[in-house]
Structure formats: structure tokens, C-alpha cells
């Protein structure tokens, strides 16, 4: 399998570029879609190229700086305005980058609004410059590429169709027939895992444990106590910042909300980008830092196949830091209405929730860093529409699809590469 | 506005305080008629209002005495509420009225993206609709009951006078005809209700919610009351300093303000215009085509019985929370021992409109480990088995072990309940009349009300995410088979337009039977969101 990768580059927005940035990114997209990139657009015709997923423009425009004020002047009420460029890809991110630099000749046009860009500079040396990595990244299904989206997608639709032409029969028959109508649709065989990347990730994975076993094995007494003690002093300071942190209250903005809704439902799947303030002082951060590791780990490597928790509607999401680590922001791509993620969420993972953002100012009061939070229901969707902000250019590879789209296509094409099967491909 | 306080009081619900509406349908009043009207004089407006005294909860008790026919004391009755825009034309000032929910505020047809997450376009787009919008969209709706026509024709014709001299005009007086608990497509209507905690014994989110309940915390209904969440849904608060707020009541939290939304509801009204001889032809079409008797389709689409039964192998008797023994046989059964809809389809409308799950997929219920696995989204699957099953092959076979993410797609449905309070309207047809070339249109429909205490997580998240969602539950290409609007989705140029009007039935034999091209059978011709105001609320929206 292809194993996926993503590309976020960040770049300072030169401060009288903001508005004309926009307008040029508004001409990537579809005329009366605000948000929704045309594939063929001439700036970065992202139809062009056969490894993107995912693809998005941001320019990231903190709505929130003003709630700082609830922490008097332990932080700068001025921050730099930054362009987002966020791929999801198969395949090494740093390739598709030269790739991109290659075929979109016009990136430059875009990135000439962000400072240290202009006529003269190498292109390819300049993004990868201003690449980050995110602090954490989920992809539902590490190894499915968009190749094999589309052609799974195609015998679906092909199947489908042949099922309602098939006079009814029984189901070893049928399968027959079934297979015989198929048999004109290639299917692009799996490549196999690059060796490299096999290592890294187990690499990645055993770190963390061999590491802990090897201190238990070694000195199981000062690993175990320092463990408790440490525990003991997160809990206390937990505590004392979870009832002292301000209470900001978040408003509902109408026309805000009427404008990023603007950009949603056109498609099964929509976008969500949301940025904000990490909590002054070395304890928040380092409680985030520390999560969103544990979170990029169980996405890389318990979460592969679906789903995220319970939550099976994500395709690909992404924790990044800003500002010396001041600010960050999060970027997701969600199946259905905004207002069922959000529910979803809440009900399915409140937990996940408030430790991966809890740590951020105006964030509705948690309880022992896991409970309430999220659950104060209206509070958090209010947060969280008041730190979202417009997408400006969003592309998918394959609009109509959903993350369970993809996941029963696969297995409908699992079925069909086996030799025989039981009666049980009842559900399409 | 936060809401917390596990700790604080639980004082008595006020049941002269409630319009009836919220326990009851006026079902022993035969008649009804909605009145649609639209302020002209505020001021006389607002005397009229004050000389009002709807219906409540009190006054219920003298209903239901006449069901049982000794005394009929109440033989009238009326229901107020009110627009967004209705409120202004009132005279409430724009800071008020903005702290009434958003959606509200906007109103059903304010916003496109509401529209198009409602299925509120093509045919049933807001421009086509007979009310709803522009100077068609109602300030007020007043609902009209009486024990049987001819009285209820003299309530109306003296109720509209009183209105029309009150300062107010009137857009429609939509008649209604009571078809005996059945709807214009013949199948028996409102069988599955939600339950309130009227007592308020219930403690959300315990382990208890990890399976399905009916059982519903008031604050789902009435506002300013505790919710799903244990928490006060947002509602209109007003300083003690604001403009005769001391009419209102204290509100629970937080100290110092008055409640004007206390023991008020959001009623969400639409009228839905249903083609009783476009389905009847075009299920005996399609049952014609695959050779099955038309009920088995029509039932299918429905998800339960012409008579209102529950459909074959579903197992009844299951004991719920908040379903009652008698309604043991109606309501006694949950999706989980069919979970690829081999007995009632995935898509079939009762599975749409109230999915029946619990805060967690099967499991959870085994000790801490196998709950912390659930939370964690590691579940081993689990499926009960049907004792007797008159399907040809077994009921699962699957052979994954862990549970597919599709058999954990829908949310939890106890934030996600609506109270049903609408009647039919039109002629009453039987399908066989239906199906005769020659049947003119019977015109009937349903004038859908409900009541909620979030449109936005209740109303709009079942009709969104569940009824018009082409998506539900993992399946794909189709809605709702009753109320879609078959509208493409997404469209171009996104997309290449894709199909939304399949009908899925994994249980048909001799294999899984799918229909396509289902014509559109339900369109929407108006709708509004009200504010059900508690009585002392009205007082105060009636107020100088």
C-alpha cells in the first residue's frame, strides 16, 4: 500500500496583502461555490494531479485574539496574518511539492502576497522552507489511495447498476453474474509498501513502548515512583488551572456563522478550519504538546482503518502550532451537516475533545481535563464557531463520496478479488 | 447564560404556566383549524393578546374529562405562538428577540444553507411555498380546536373577527380533517411518541443511555428546564432592569434575570402537501415490476404495518425506558437485533425519523473494561439474534470481528427527539381508490407541528441529518422514501449530480430488492418556526 502524507506550508501574509490574496484565491473557485475549488482552475488545478486527496487555502485569520484580554498582557494582542496551504496526498509529501512547483508555475502568483516570495525566488526551495509538520495527523484509512478511491467507486456504481438488470437467482449465480459484468473495469493492483516508510512507522510505534518497558525493566522502583509523583503534581496543577483559567464568553455572530455556512453542505463532505490561542504559561502547552502526541500516535497507528474513536466520518485532520507554539490551528475534512459533526463529537467523543483543545483559550471550563467541556453543550458550539474561520479555496478529490462511501467500496472490491463468498454482500 | 448547577433546586413545574399543547394533542377535539396572521397595529395587537387565555396544562384535566364523556366543559380550545418577525411587528425590541435561538431568529426559509440542509429546494424551494415568506410569512399562529365542525366553524368565523379587529390580518385558515389517527396514505400515524420526565425523577447520561430510551428530560421540550445534557437549554433572558420584566418569572440560573422563555417551546410548523395517487401508482408499479404484493413495499417504506404493527422479526416486547406495557406491542423494539435492515430497512421512514439508538453501539455493558473499549471506539460485535427467523438465510454472518464503523454511523437519539402535533388535512382516499385512473386529487397533506427545545439539535438535526440525508446510516443515493425531495446531491458543477431517489430493501427476497426513480411524494408548501410562549410569557409580549 501507499502510505499518505501531508504537505502544510505556512507563509506570513505581507500586511496590505490580506485582501487582494483573497480575491485571488477567489478565482480558484467554482463561480457561486464560495470556497469550492474548480479542479481545473488555471492558479492550481489540483484535477490534474493523481495523488491528491485532500487540497485547501487558508488564509488564517484569527477572530480571536481580542478574548486574550482575559489573560491582562501575558500575550501580544497582534499577531502576523498567515496563508495555510494544507495538501493530503498519497505518497511522499516532498515529491507531489516539486511535482506542484513543476505544473502550477502559477503558485507563485499566490504566494508573491506572503513575505520573503517575489519574482526572483526558487520556488521549490521556498516552500519547503516554509513547511511545518503538524503537531498531529489522522487519516481514516492509511493506504488508500485516490487511484483506488475512484476505481472502487466506478465498480460500485458498475454493480449497482448490473444488480437491478439481473433477473433474481441465487446468490452463488448471481455472484457469477455479478463478476462477469465486471470484468471490462480495471483495477489498479495495491503496490506494496515502501520498505522505508515500513520502518519509520514501526519505528514510531515502538519508541514510545520499548522506551517504557526498558525504564520498567531497568529501574521498575524510580520509573514507577516518578510516574505517581508526576501524576500526582499534573493532577493538583490541573486542578488549580481548570478552576482559575477566565471564563470568556464566546458570542454567537450571526452574520459570521451565515458566512461560513455559505461554503458548506454543497458537497456530503465539508471543511472546517479553526484557530486560536494556546492558554499563557508552560503547563498548557505542554499538556497539549504531550496529548496531541498521544494523539498523532493512536491515529498512526490504532485508528487506520475508519475511524477515529467512534467518530467515522473524518477523512483527514490536522493539529498545527503558529507563533513560537501562541496560537494553533486545526483542520479537518468531515462527512455530513456541520451541526451533526459537532453533535457527533460531543456525544461520541467529548473526551477526545477536551484534551485536545481544552488547552486553549476560552474553551468551555473542563473537569478533570476529560469531562464537562464539550458537554456543556451550547457553550463549546458557540467556541467553536467563533474560532472557525472561512475556508478559502477547499478541494476534494471525489465530491459525493463519504468515508463510509469509500470503506464499503472497498469492501465490496475485497469481495469480488476473493474466490468465493458467502451469501453475505447484502448490504451495497 | 452558562448553565450548571447539579445542586440547585428543582422548584414545581408550573402547570398553569404550559400551553396544553406540550402534553397534549386535543385528541377528543375533533376539529382544527391554524390561523396564519400577521400584525398590522401593534398596539391593538397587543390588547387583543391581553384579553387571551390559551389553553394549559390545568385546564387539561376538564379535557380529558370530556374524552370520557361525563362532562364536557371544554368543548374550545386555543394555542398561541409566535414568529421571530411577529415578536418585532409586536413591538419587542431587537436586542430581545435576538437572544431567542438563532434559528428562530432566522427563521425556516431566513437562510439557503438552512434550506438546502432541510431539503427545502427544487419543488419544495421557499419561493414556491403557499406561506412562509415575504408579507406571507405569519407573526402569529393561533390553533383552533372544537369538539366537531359545526362548532368549530362558529369558533373560527368568531375568532377571526376578534383577530381582524384586534389590529391583525389574516394570511390562511388552514382547515384540518380528522382522518382517525391515520395519514393521507392510509398507514396509522403518531404511534411512536417521545416521553417526558414530567416529574423530573430523570438523570441523563448514566449508563442507563447506553441503551435507547423514551424516556426524555423535559428541558427537551419546555425551555428552562433541564436537558439531555443536564443543562438549561439558551432561551430569552431579560435583566430585572429591562422593560416589565418583572411580570416574568425568576429564571433557575443564572440569578438576577427573568425567564422569558420558562415553560415556552419552539414549535416548528410545516405543511406537507402529500400525492396520495402519485405513491399508491407508483408503489403498485414498482411491486408489479419485482412481484411482490404492494403492502410489502408500502410497508417497507414506512417501516411498519398498514395497521401500525411493527414489521416481521423485529422483537417485540423488549422493555424500554419510557415505553409503556400497553404500548409494549407497538413500540417494544429496537434496531439492534437487525442491524442490516433485513426486517425493517435501513432506510425506511420510522428508522429515519427515530433510529432507536443508544449513547453507545451493542456493548459497553459487560464492566469497566468493556465500556472504556466501547468509549475508545475498539468494540468486538456483538449481534442478538432473532429467536425465530423467517429469513432463508442466516441473519449474520459477518465475519470482522470489531464493529464496522456503519453500525456505529447514527447519533444517539435522545438528543435528537421531536414532539409530534399535527393533524391531516384533504379528502381521505383508500389506496384502491388511489390507484383508479379516474380519482381526482383527494388535496391532502400534513400540517406537521412539533415541538422542540432546540431546533437546531432536535428539528433540524432529524430532518437534516436523517430524513432528507442521502447518507443516513452509511447507506447511499437515498432519502427518505416518503418525504425526499429526490433532488440530486451533490450537484454540479461540484459533482456529477447524484442520485438521492433509491430505496433500498436488504430483506426482500429472493435477494436484496432496490427501487429506483422513486418520484417525489410529499412537497413542502409553507412552513415557519414559532415561540410557544408559557402563559406569564405571553402576558409579557402582550404587555405596553
Given at each position: 500500500m501507499i502510505p499518505q502524507d501531508s504537505l502544510v506550508v505556512v507563509a506570513k501574509i505581507r500586511p496590505d496583502c490580506v485582501n487582494g490574496l483573497q480575491s485571488l484565491l477567489t478565482t480558484m473557485n467554482f463561480a457561486n461555490h464560495a470556497g469550492f475549488a474548480d479542479p481545473a482552475n488555471p492558479l492550481v488545478s489540483f484535477g490534474t494531479f493523481e495523488t491528491i486527496h485532500f487540497a485547501r487555502f487558508v488564509v488564517l485569520a484569527d477572530n480571536t485574539l481580542e478574548d486574550r484580554a482575559a489573560y491582562g498582557q501575558q500575550l501580544p494582542r497582534c499577531e502576523p496574518t498567515y496563508l495555510c496551504f494544507m495538501v493530503d496526498c498519497d505518497g511522499e509529501a516532498d515529491e507531489l511539492l516539486a511535482h506542484l512547483v513543476q505544473k502550477a508555475n502559477r503558485l507563485r502568483e499566490i504566494f508573491e502576497h506572503c513575505e520573503g516570495c517575489d519574482g526572483t525566488t526558487d520556488m521549490l526551495i521556498w516552500l519547503r522552507a516554509h513547511r511545518v509538520q503538524p503537531m498531529a495527523?489522522?487519516?481514516?484509512?492509511?493506504?488508500?489511495?485516490?487511484?483506488?478511491?475512484?476505481?472502487?467507486?466506478?465498480?460500485?456504481?458498475?454493480?449497482?447498476?448490473?444488480?437491478?438488470?439481473?433477473?433474481?437467482?441465487?446468490?452463488?449465480?448471481?455472484?457469477?453474474?455479478?463478476r462477469q459484468s465486471i470484468t471490462s473495469l480495471p483495477l489498479t493492483p495495491i503496490p506494496s509498501t515502501p520498505l522505508a516508510w515500513r520502518i519509520r512507522n514501526l519505528t514510531h510505534m515502538l519508541l514510545p513502548l520499548l522506551l517504557a518497558a526498558a525504564c520498567l525493566a531497568l529501574f521498575p522502583i524510580i520509573t514507577i515512583a516518578l510516574l505517581v509523583v508526576a501524576l500526582l503534581l499534573f493532577v493538583i496543577a490541573l486542578r488549580r488551572h481548570e478552576q482559575a483559567d477566565p471564563i470568556v464568553d464566546q458570542p454567537?455572530?450571526?452574520?459570521?456563522?451565515?458566512?461560513?455556512?455559505?461554503?458548506?453542505?454543497?458537497?456530503?463532505?465539508?471543511?472546517?478550519?479553526?484557530?486560536?490561542?494556546?492558554?499563557?504559561?508552560r503547563f498548557r502547552l505542554w499538556t497539549e504538546i504531550v496529548i496531541l502526541y498521544g494523539v498523532n500516535w493512536v491515529a498512526r497507528h490504532i485508528f487506520t482503518r475508519g475511524s477515529i474513536g467512534r467518530i467515522g466520518t473524518i477523512h483527514f485532520a490536522h493539529w498545527v502550532f503558529l507563533d513560537q507554539r501562541r496560537r494553533g490551528f486545526f483542520c479537518s475534512n468531515y462527512d455530513g451537516g456541520h451541526e451533526a459533526y459537532m453533535d457527533d463529537f460531543i456525544n461520541k467523543a467529548g473526551f477526545g475533545l477536551n484534551l485536545s483543545f481544552s488547552s486553549f483559550i476560552a474553551y468551555p471550563t473542563t473537569d478533570w481535563l476529560v469531562a464537562k467541556g464539550a458537554w456543556l453543550e451550547q457553550d463549546f458550539k458557540r467556541f467553536q464557531r467563533h474560532h472557525q474561520i472561512p475556508t478559502d479555496v477547499w478541494y476534494k478529490a471525489y465530491p459525493g463520496l463519504t468515508a463510509r462511501d469509500l470503506a464499503r467500496n472497498s469492501r465490496i472490491r475485497n469481495g469480488f478479488e476473493k474466490a468465493i463468498m458467502s451469501d453475505d454482500e447484502i448490504r451495497r | 447564560?452558562?448553565?450548571?448547577?447539579?445542586?440547585?433546586?428543582?422548584?414545581?413545574?408550573?402547570?398553569?404556566?404550559?400551553?396544553?399543547?406540550?402534553?397534549?394533542?386535543?385528541?377528543?377535539?375533533?376539529?382544527?383549524?391554524?390561523?396564519?396572521?400577521?400584525?398590522?397595529?401593534?398596539?391593538?395587537?397587543?390588547?387583543?393578546?391581553?384579553?387571551?387565555?390559551?389553553?394549559?396544562?390545568?385546564?387539561?384535566?376538564?379535557?380529558?374529562?370530556?374524552?370520557?364523556?361525563?362532562?364536557?366543559?371544554?368543548?374550545?380550545?386555543?394555542?398561541?405562538?409566535?414568529?421571530?418577525?411577529?415578536?418585532?411587528?409586536?413591538?419587542?425590541?431587537?436586542?430581545?428577540?435576538?437572544?431567542?435561538?438563532?434559528?428562530?431568529?432566522?427563521?425556516?426559509?431566513?437562510?439557503?444553507?438552512?434550506?438546502?440542509?432541510?431539503?427545502?429546494?427544487?419543488?419544495?424551494?421557499?419561493?414556491?411555498?403557499?406561506?412562509?415568506?415575504?408579507?406571507?410569512?405569519?407573526?402569529?399562529?393561533?390553533?383552533?380546536?372544537?369538539?366537531?365542525?359545526?362548532?368549530?366553524?362558529?369558533?373560527?368565523?368568531?375568532?377571526?373577527?376578534?383577530?381582524?379587529?384586534?389590529?391583525?390580518?389574516?394570511?390562511?385558515?388552514?382547515?384540518?380533517?380528522?382522518?382517525?389517527?391515520?395519514?393521507?396514505?392510509?398507514?396509522?400515524?403518531?404511534?411512536?411518541?417521545?416521553?417526558?420526565?414530567?416529574?423530573?425523577?430523570?438523570?441523563?447520561?448514566?449508563?442507563?443511555?447506553?441503551?435507547?430510551?423514551?424516556?426524555?428530560?423535559?428541558?427537551?421540550?419546555?425551555?428552562?428546564?433541564?436537558?439531555?445534557?443536564?443543562?438549561?437549554?439558551?432561551?430569552?433572558?431579560?435583566?430585572?432592569?429591562?422593560?416589565?420584566?418583572?411580570?416574568?418569572?425568576?429564571?433557575?440560573?443564572?440569578?438576577?434575570?427573568?425567564?422569558?422563555?420558562?415553560?415556552?417551546?419552539?414549535?416548528?410548523?410545516?405543511?406537507?402537501?402529500?400525492?396520495?395517487?402519485?405513491?399508491?401508482?407508483?408503489?403498485?408499479?414498482?411491486?408489479?415490476?419485482?412481484?411482490?404484493?404492494?403492502?410489502?413495499?408500502?410497508?417497507?417504506?414506512?417501516?411498519?404495518?398498514?395497521?401500525?404493527?411493527?414489521?416481521?422479526?423485529?422483537?417485540?416486547?423488549?422493555?424500554?425506558?419510557?415505553?409503556?406495557?400497553?404500548?409494549?406491542?407497538?413500540?417494544?423494539?429496537?434496531?439492534?437485533?437487525?442491524?442490516?435492515?433485513?426486517?425493517?430497512?435501513?432506510?425506511?421512514h420510522i428508522r429515519r425519523a427515530n433510529p432507536r439508538t443508544g449513547d453507545a453501539p451493542d456493548g459497553g455493558r459487560q464492566g469497566p473494561l468493556d465500556n472504556l473499549l466501547v468509549t475508545l471506539g475498539l468494540t468486538v460485535r456483538r449481534i442478538r439474534r432473532a429467536t425465530s427467523s423467517t429469513l432463508p438465510w442466516p441473519r449474520n454472518t459477518t465475519v470482522w470481528p470489531f464493529l464496522r464503523s456503519q453500525d456505529d454511523a447514527v447519533a444517539s437519539a435522545r438528543f435528537h427527539r421531536i414532539l409530534r402535533r399535527g393533524r391531516e388535512y384533504g379528502e381521505k382516499i383508500s389506496p384502491n381508490a388511489a390507484l383508479d385512473s379516474a380519482a381526482p386529487d383527494p388535496k391532502a397533506g400534513i400540517h406537521f407541528l412539533c415541538l422542540n427545545a432546540n431546533i437546531a439539535r432536535q428539528f433540524e438535526f432529524v430532518q437534516g441529518a436523517w430524513i432528507a440525508s442521502a447518507k443516513f446510516a452509511a447507506l447511499t443515493g437515498e432519502q427518505d422514501p416518503l418525504l425526499g425531495n429526490r433532488e440530486p446531491f451533490p450537484t454540479a458543477p461540484i459533482a456529477k449530480p447524484q442520485r438521492t431517489n433509491g430505496f433500498s430493501r436488504p430483506g426482500a427476497q429472493p435477494h436484496c430488492g432496490y427501487a429506483t426513480e422513486l418520484p417525489q411524494f410529499v412537497e413542502v408548501r409553507g412552513g415557519a418556526y414559532f415561540f410557544l410562549p408559557g402563559l406569564t410569557a405571553l402576558k409579557w409580549i402582550a404587555s405596553d
Amino acid at each position: 500500500m501507499i502510505p499518505q502524507d501531508s504537505l502544510v506550508v505556512v507563509a506570513k501574509i505581507r500586511p496590505d496583502c490580506v485582501n487582494g490574496l483573497q480575491s485571488l484565491l477567489t478565482t480558484m473557485n467554482f463561480a457561486n461555490h464560495a470556497g469550492f475549488a474548480d479542479p481545473a482552475n488555471p492558479l492550481v488545478s489540483f484535477g490534474t494531479f493523481e495523488t491528491i486527496h485532500f487540497a485547501r487555502f487558508v488564509v488564517l485569520a484569527d477572530n480571536t485574539l481580542e478574548d486574550r484580554a482575559a489573560y491582562g498582557q501575558q500575550l501580544p494582542r497582534c499577531e502576523p496574518t498567515y496563508l495555510c496551504f494544507m495538501v493530503d496526498c498519497d505518497g511522499e509529501a516532498d515529491e507531489l511539492l516539486a511535482h506542484l512547483v513543476q505544473k502550477a508555475n502559477r503558485l507563485r502568483e499566490i504566494f508573491e502576497h506572503c513575505e520573503g516570495c517575489d519574482g526572483t525566488t526558487d520556488m521549490l526551495i521556498w516552500l519547503r522552507a516554509h513547511r511545518v509538520q503538524p503537531m498531529a495527523s489522522y487519516v481514516n484509512w492509511v493506504g488508500r489511495t485516490v487511484v483506488q478511491v475512484k476505481e472502487e467507486a466506478r465498480l460500485h456504481c458498475a454493480l449497482r447498476q448490473a444488480l437491478s438488470g439481473i433477473p433474481q437467482r441465487n446468490p452463488q449465480q448471481l455472484f457469477a453474474q455479478l463478476r462477469q459484468s465486471i470484468t471490462s473495469l480495471p483495477l489498479t493492483p495495491i503496490p506494496s509498501t515502501p520498505l522505508a516508510w515500513r520502518i519509520r512507522n514501526l519505528t514510531h510505534m515502538l519508541l514510545p513502548l520499548l522506551l517504557a518497558a526498558a525504564c520498567l525493566a531497568l529501574f521498575p522502583i524510580i520509573t514507577i515512583a516518578l510516574l505517581v509523583v508526576a501524576l500526582l503534581l499534573f493532577v493538583i496543577a490541573l486542578r488549580r488551572h481548570e478552576q482559575a483559567d477566565p471564563i470568556v464568553d464566546q458570542p454567537y455572530e450571526r452574520k459570521k456563522v451565515a458566512l461560513l455556512r455559505d461554503g458548506e453542505d454543497h458537497d456530503v463532505t465539508n471543511q472546517y478550519t479553526a484557530m486560536g490561542s494556546i492558554k499563557p504559561g508552560r503547563f498548557r502547552l505542554w499538556t497539549e504538546i504531550v496529548i496531541l502526541y498521544g494523539v498523532n500516535w493512536v491515529a498512526r497507528h490504532i485508528f487506520t482503518r475508519g475511524s477515529i474513536g467512534r467518530i467515522g466520518t473524518i477523512h483527514f485532520a490536522h493539529w498545527v502550532f503558529l507563533d513560537q507554539r501562541r496560537r494553533g490551528f486545526f483542520c479537518s475534512n468531515y462527512d455530513g451537516g456541520h451541526e451533526a459533526y459537532m453533535d457527533d463529537f460531543i456525544n461520541k467523543a467529548g473526551f477526545g475533545l477536551n484534551l485536545s483543545f481544552s488547552s486553549f483559550i476560552a474553551y468551555p471550563t473542563t473537569d478533570w481535563l476529560v469531562a464537562k467541556g464539550a458537554w456543556l453543550e451550547q457553550d463549546f458550539k458557540r467556541f467553536q464557531r467563533h474560532h472557525q474561520i472561512p475556508t478559502d479555496v477547499w478541494y476534494k478529490a471525489y465530491p459525493g463520496l463519504t468515508a463510509r462511501d469509500l470503506a464499503r467500496n472497498s469492501r465490496i472490491r475485497n469481495g469480488f478479488e476473493k474466490a468465493i463468498m458467502s451469501d453475505d454482500e447484502i448490504r451495497r | 447564560m452558562k448553565a450548571k448547577a447539579k445542586t440547585m433546586t428543582r422548584p414545581e413545574v408550573d402547570k398553569s404556566d404550559i400551553q396544553a399543547i406540550a402534553k397534549t394533542a386535543f385528541n377528543s377535539l375533533k376539529g382544527a383549524r391554524y390561523m396564519l396572521l400577521r400584525v398590522i397595529e401593534p398596539h391593538a395587537a397587543r390588547r387583543w393578546l391581553r384579553g387571551l387565555a390559551p389553553a394549559n396544562l390545568d385546564d387539561l384535566d376538564r379535557v380529558k374529562k370530556n374524552v370520557d364523556g361525563e362532562t364536557s366543559t371544554v368543548e374550545d380550545a386555543y394555542q398561541i405562538a409566535f414568529t421571530a418577525a411577529g415578536l418585532f411587528a409586536l413591538g419587542v425590541s431587537e436586542v430581545i428577540v435576538e437572544r431567542f435561538s438563532p434559528e428562530f431568529v432566522e427563521g425556516m426559509a431566513g437562510d439557503k444553507n438552512r434550506s438546502l440542509r432541510l431539503g427545502d429546494i427544487g419543488a419544495n424551494a421557499p419561493e414556491h411555498w403557499c406561506w412562509g415568506i415575504g408579507d406571507r410569512e405569519p407573526h402569529i399562529l393561533l390553533i383552533l380546536f372544537s369538539s366537531d365542525d359545526t362548532r368549530l366553524e362558529t369558533y373560527a368565523t368568531w375568532m377571526q373577527n376578534q383577530a381582524q379587529d384586534g389590529g391583525l390580518s389574516v394570511i390562511e385558515v388552514l382547515p384540518t380533517s380528522d382522518m382517525g389517527d391515520v395519514e393521507p396514505f392510509g398507514f396509522v400515524d403518531g404511534i411512536s411518541q417521545p416521553n417526558f420526565d414530567w416529574d423530573r425523577q430523570r438523570m441523563p447520561g448514566t449508563k442507563a443511555d447506553r441503551d435507547y430510551t423514551n424516556l426524555l428530560a423535559l428541558g427537551e421540550l419546555l425551555l428552562g428546564h433541564r436537558n439531555e445534557y443536564g443543562l438549561l437549554t439558551e432561551r430569552p433572558l431579560l435583566a430585572a432592569s429591562e422593560k416589565n420584566s418583572a411580570i416574568l418569572p425568576k429564571a433557575l440560573h443564572p440569578p438576577g434575570n427573568r425567564d422569558l422563555g420558562l415553560n415556552g417551546s419552539y414549535l416548528v410548523y410545516r405543511q406537507l402537501a402529500q400525492d396520495v395517487r402519485g405513491f399508491w401508482r407508483w408503489v403498485a408499479k414498482e411491486a408489479a415490476r419485482v412481484g411482490v404484493p404492494m403492502n410489502d413495499l408500502s410497508e417497507a417504506m414506512v417501516g411498519r404495518r398498514i395497521n401500525g404493527k411493527p414489521l416481521d422479526d423485529l422483537i417485540l416486547g423488549r422493555s424500554i425506558q419510557g415505553v409503556e406495557a400497553q404500548d409494549s406491542h407497538l413500540n417494544g423494539f429496537l434496531y439492534d437485533t437487525d442491524p442490516d435492515g433485513l426486517s425493517c430497512p435501513i432506510g425506511a421512514h420510522i428508522r429515519r425519523a427515530n433510529p432507536r439508538t443508544g449513547d453507545a453501539p451493542d456493548g459497553g455493558r459487560q464492566g469497566p473494561l468493556d465500556n472504556l473499549l466501547v468509549t475508545l471506539g475498539l468494540t468486538v460485535r456483538r449481534i442478538r439474534r432473532a429467536t425465530s427467523s423467517t429469513l432463508p438465510w442466516p441473519r449474520n454472518t459477518t465475519v470482522w470481528p470489531f464493529l464496522r464503523s456503519q453500525d456505529d454511523a447514527v447519533a444517539s437519539a435522545r438528543f435528537h427527539r421531536i414532539l409530534r402535533r399535527g393533524r391531516e388535512y384533504g379528502e381521505k382516499i383508500s389506496p384502491n381508490a388511489a390507484l383508479d385512473s379516474a380519482a381526482p386529487d383527494p388535496k391532502a397533506g400534513i400540517h406537521f407541528l412539533c415541538l422542540n427545545a432546540n431546533i437546531a439539535r432536535q428539528f433540524e438535526f432529524v430532518q437534516g441529518a436523517w430524513i432528507a440525508s442521502a447518507k443516513f446510516a452509511a447507506l447511499t443515493g437515498e432519502q427518505d422514501p416518503l418525504l425526499g425531495n429526490r433532488e440530486p446531491f451533490p450537484t454540479a458543477p461540484i459533482a456529477k449530480p447524484q442520485r438521492t431517489n433509491g430505496f433500498s430493501r436488504p430483506g426482500a427476497q429472493p435477494h436484496c430488492g432496490y427501487a429506483t426513480e422513486l418520484p417525489q411524494f410529499v412537497e413542502v408548501r409553507g412552513g415557519a418556526y414559532f415561540f410557544l410562549p408559557g402563559l406569564t410569557a405571553l402576558k409579557w409580549i402582550a404587555s405596553d
